[in-house]
Each structure stands twice: as structure tokens, then as C-alpha cells.
């Protein structure tokens, strides 16, 4: 059993920033991938950003220069800073984990981008 705990969100203005944590907890192997979606109201999932448990990262290219994502494997942890917020990053963000094939899924955390 695989749990994903998100934290960090919350509301802020354009340009202003905000880091999102992920803690994951249970069956988890060394070799996995930890990644940040996020889904807008009426929009379909997307990937922000993913990272290997070596290190190799993939952002999508909208948040690409702003979005910073790191992970601490002795915590299995993973964050996303975000900087230079737009009123289009706002969505709920939830942390997915993949390993051995499978996806794990937390329950999100909102972040509202808004003058």
C-alpha cells in the first residue's frame, strides 16, 4: 500500500511563488518516478513535471524556466517550486507516483493564482 501526502498549496498573486511537497509512504522500491499533474476546472489532467530517482527531469514547456521540481530519495519525498505564478497555473496539483508499472495517485492540493 502506497500513500501520497501534497502539501503547500494555497492562493497567491501573479508573479508570487509557492512550493508543493509530496511525502510518500508504504511499499515503495529505490527505482520509481515521482511527478506533479495538475487539473484546471473543465480541463483533462496534464503533466507538469517528473523526476526519475536518478535525478533526470521532464517539465512540460509552459512551466519550463519557472517550475523548478527536486525530490530527497532518503525522505521519498519530492517538491515543486513554483515561481512567476500565472493566473493559468491555477488547478488542483496532485503528486503521482510510478513504480513497477503502476500509478499512485494523492488527493491534490489547490493552488489559486489570482489578483
Known amino acids: 500500500q502506497v500513500q501520497l501526502v501534497e502539501s503547500g498549496g494555497g492562493s497567491v498573486q501573479p508573479g508570487g511563488s509557492l512550493r508543493l511537497s509530496c511525502a510518500a509512504s508504504?511499499?515503495?522500491?529505490?527505482?520509481?518516478?515521482m511527478g506533479w499533474y495538475r487539473q484546471a476546472p473543465g480541463k483533462q489532467r496534464e503533466l507538469v513535471a517528473s523526476?526519475?530517482?536518478?535525478?533526470?527531469?521532464n517539465y512540460r514547456d509552459s512551466v519550463k524556466g519557472r517550475f523548478t521540481i527536486s525530490r530527497d530519495n532518503a525522505k521519498n519525498t519530492v517538491y515543486l517550486q513554483m515561481n512567476s505564478l500565472k493566473p493559468e497555473d491555477t488547478a488542483v496539483y496532485l503528486c503521482?507516483?510510478?513504480?513497477?508499472?503502476?500509478?499512485?495517485w494523492g488527493k491534490g492540493t489547490l493552488v489559486t493564482v489570482s489578483s
Open positions: 523526476i526519475t530517482s536518478g535525478g533526470r527531469t
Open positions: 508504504g511499499s515503495i522500491f529505490s527505482d520509481n518516478v
Open positions: 503521482n507516483l510510478l513504480v513497477l508499472g503502476m500509478d499512485f
